[in-house]
């Protein structure tokens, strides 16, 4: 596999978490799939992957990844860029104060068409803020 096809795939992989497939993230984990995020957890597995990321998606529904830069050494990709989502209210519109914006870096393993490894690196707490905070006034 080149590195041009191991980015295309590393892209492909954030293109779907952008629209929230689950199905399609799946089809594109490795079966030894080791998902780690930015506090150090690791998930293990396309099985606890899907789960996880219908869990991300119900806690965060506005939940996008923005690549600005990416490189490439051999079956590595590295990627730039910002995660933005919001934290809801239990009922009610999302207001421009639930929005968070953080930047982000991601370490995306792949290997004969498949994502082995998906790292995410950024500063949590911004968001952990937003969801400590009381819900606004319906």
Partial sequence: MTG???LRTALKLVNEINRHDVPAIV???ARDHLWV???GREVRGPD????????VFARFPEYHIAIE???EAGPV????????????????PITPAQRW????AWKVVVRDGR???FQAFSDEEPIRRLESLPAPPA
């Fill in 4 to 6: 041009s096809e191991q």
């Fill in 27 to 29: 089809a594109l984990l």
């Fill in 37 to 39: 995020e930015p506090s």
């Fill in 48 to 55: 606890r992957a899907r789960d996880g990321w219908v869990h």
């Fill in 69 to 71: 830069d990416a490189l």
């Fill in 77 to 92: 990709v590295g990627m730039m860029g910002v995660v933005t989502g919001a934290v809801p209210a239990a009922a009610g």
């Fill in 101 to 104: 914006r953080v930047s982000a």
């Fill in 115 to 117: 994502v082995e490894r």
